[in-house]
């Protein structure tokens, strides 16, 4: 922001910053795109990821700027057989294409906000249920407890369940 108290650079509408949307970032061994509102998109990583994946609530960057994980980018973990569990942060709305192709390793996924994960969009070229995580992994974990049987809680949070969502259970 100095370049903004120059009077030179007041002819400009606005200065895209060299950290800006599209910028690409390693994090805890994870790979990350800035997206549009502070919002981070995961992408492939060259040799792919392994075991468990736990992904932080809020990354900071570029000066302390908070960002959140609301996209697992086409391909994001395609062909990672040796990935075992993933969580599933509760800011995540997207599930790109291809983002869990061929991950047959992938044995649990762990959530902690039902309402959240139920109103997730998974595409695909084919059928969301086969991009959907538990469909591959076949066990889902609410703070921990393995979801055997499902009643909605009381509290309204929960107003849409897209389809697929309990796919592989």
């Known amino acids: 922001n100095n370049y903004r108290a120059n009077t030179q650079w007041n002819r400009f509408a606005d200065i895209v910053e060299l950290w800006g949307i599209g910028y690409p970032f390693e994090f805890n061994?994870?790979?990350?795109v800035i997206q549009e509102n502070n919002t981070l998109a995961v992408v492939p990583k060259d040799g792919g990821y392994s075991v468990y994946i736990n992904f932080p609530v809020i990354i900071y960057q570029n000066n302390n700027t908070p960002?959140?994980?609301?996209?697992?980018?086409?391909?994001?973990?395609?062909?990672?057989?040796?990935?075992?569990?993933?969580?599933?942060?509760?800011?995540?709305?997207?599930?790109?294409e291809g983002a869990f192709w061929k991950c047959t390793g992938l044995?649990?996924?762990?959530?902690?906000?039902?309402?959240?994960?139920?109103?997730?969009?998974?595409?695909?070229?084919?059928?969301?249920?086969?991009?959907?995580?538990?469909?591959?992994?076949?066990?889902?974990?609410?703070?921990?407890q393995e979801i055997r049987d499902l009643g909605l809680p009381d509290d309204n949070r929960v107003t849409k369940i897209k389809y697929g969502t309990f796919a592989g259970l």
């Open 67 to 96: 960002y959140t994980i609301t996209t697992f980018g086409r391909n994001a973990f395609a062909n990672c057989t040796g990935i075992t569990s993933i969580s599933i942060p509760a800011t995540l709305t997207h599930i790109k």
């Open 29 to 32: 061994g994870i790979n990350y």
């Open 107 to 144: 044995k649990a996924v762990y959530i902690t906000d039902l309402a959240a994960f139920c109103n997730l969009t998974v595409e695909d070229n084919m059928t969301a249920v086969d991009n959907h995580p538990t469909y591959i992994a076949q066990h889902l974990y609410l703070n921990g």
